[in-house]
C-alpha cells in the first residue's frame, strides 16, 4: 500500500492559463507558496519527452522559471522528472480549493511582455515532446497518514496510481485504512503518505499516493519498515486489503521521480536553503569567483 508526501505547483495546459497565473498575484491562491500542510486541491501537467530530448527539453523548460523570475511572480512550482516508467515531467500546482483555480483562469492578461515570453515558450515546447496532458485531483486526508514533509528538502518522490473498479471505492478506503491500522502498531517513521482522488482528466476510481525522500537510499528504509508492517498485520487487516486486491483493484503501477531544480521555480528562501541544489550554475560561478587571485576579480 501507500507511503508519504503528496504536494506541489504546476505548468499550465495553455498561454493564457500560463498568462493568468502570473497576473492574479493579488490571489490567496497564487501566493501560498510551497505548502507546509496537505494541499487541499491538485493540478498535474505531465509532458511526455521523445526519446534523447530530455536533456533539451531541461534546458528549454528552464525558460519559464527564468520568465517568471524576471516578472517577479508570486507563482511557484516544481517539476518532478521520471527516473521509472515513461520519459515524463510532472508539473503540479497546489491551491486551496477548485474555487481557486477558477480564479486563475478568469485572471486578465495584463503584462504583455510577460504573456508574450511564455506564448513563446509554449509552442517552442512541443518541439521536445510527444504529447501532454492534464489531470486535477483532490485531496483524501482522512487515507493520508504521517507528518507533512519540508518539501524543499524533498529530493525523490515515489507516485502510486491506483485503478479501482466502479463500485469498490468504499472497499479501496477500507483496505488503506486497514493498513493504516497496521502501520501505526509499527515503529515506522519513515512510513508516511498523501492520498488523492482524481475528479478529472482520467478514468473515474484512479486514486494517486505521493511519498517523498531526501535521498535515493531512503527508499530502502520504506521498503523494510513496509515488510515490518506487513508481517506484522493483524488477520481482520490482511483478509480486508486481499480481498479489495482481489475483487476491486483494476490495476496500480509506481513509478519514482527526481525533482529537477532547473524545471522548477520556488520562492527565493527555498533556493537560499540549498544553493547547491537550487541554483546550481550560480553556486558554480560563485566558488569560481572565490577561488580567482584577488587581483583578478
Given at each position: 500500500?501507500?507511503?508519504?508526501?503528496?504536494?506541489?505547483?504546476?505548468?499550465?495546459?495553455?498561454?493564457?492559463?500560463?498568462?493568468?497565473?502570473?497576473?492574479?498575484?493579488?490571489?490567496s491562491a497564487l501566493a501560498q507558496g510551497i505548502p507546509t500542510t496537505q494541499p487541499t486541491f491538485l493540478h498535474i501537467f505531465r509532458e511526455q519527452v521523445k526519446p534523447g530530448r530530455s536533456v533539451d527539453h531541461a534546458k528549454w523548460e528552464a525558460g519559464w522559471p527564468a520568465a517568471f523570475e524576471k516578472a517577479n511572480s508570486k507563482y511557484n512550482y516544481v517539476a518532478?522528472?521520471?527516473?521509472?516508467?515513461?520519459?515524463?515531467v510532472w508539473y503540479v500546482t497546489t491551491l486551496a480549493s477548485q474555487a481557486a483555480y477558477g480564479e486563475m483562469l478568469a485572471s486578465e492578461k495584463t503584462d504583455a511582455v510577460l504573456s508574450a515570453e511564455l506564448d513563446r515558450l509554449h509552442k517552442g515546447d512541443g518541439e521536445f515532446l510527444n504529447e501532454g496532458s492534464a489531470i486535477?485531483?483532490?485531496?483524501?486526508?482522512?487515507?493520508?497518514?504521517?507528518?507533512?514533509?519540508?518539501?524543499?528538502?524533498?529530493?525523490?518522490?515515489?507516485?502510486?496510481t491506483y485503478r479501482?473498479?466502479?463500485?469498490?471505492g468504499e472497499a479501496f478506503e477500507g483496505a488503506v485504512k486497514a493498513y493504516m491500522s497496521a502501520v501505526k502498531r509499527a515503529a515506522a517513521p519513515s512510513t508516511r503518505w498523501r492520498t488523492y482522488e482524481v475528479v478529472a482528466g482520467a478514468p473515474g476510481g484512479t486514486y494517486l499516493i505521493f511519498s517523498s525522500v531526501a535521498s535515493f537510499a531512503d527508499f530502502d528504509k520504506e521498503a523494510a519498515e513496509g515488510e515490518a508492517i506487513w508481517n506484522g498485520r493483524s488477520e481482520e487487516e490482511g483478509t480486508v486489503i486481499k480481498k479489495f486486491f482481489t475483487e476491486g483493484l483494476m490495476s496500480s503501477m509506481t513509478n519514482r521521480y527526481r525533482l529537477d531544480p532547473v524545471q522548477s521555480f520556488v520562492p527565493k528562501e527555498v533556493r537560499a536553503s540549498d544553493p547547491a541544489f537550487w541554483s546550481p550554475g550560480q553556486a558554480m560561478r560563485t566558488a569560481q569567483q572565490k577561488d580567482k587571485p584577488a587581483e583578478k576579480r
Open positions: 500500500m501507500p507511503q508519504e508526501g503528496g504536494f506541489l505547483m504546476r505548468k499550465t495546459v495553455s498561454e493564457a492559463v500560463l498568462a493568468s497565473l502570473l497576473v492574479a498575484v493579488a490571489s518532478l522528472a521520471s527516473v521509472t516508467g515513461p520519459a515524463e486535477q485531483a483532490v485531496s483524501k486526508p482522512a487515507l493520508s497518514h504521517g507528518e507533512f514533509p519540508d518539501i524543499g528538502k524533498m529530493r525523490f518522490w515515489e507516485i502510486t479501482v473498479k466502479p463500485g469498490y
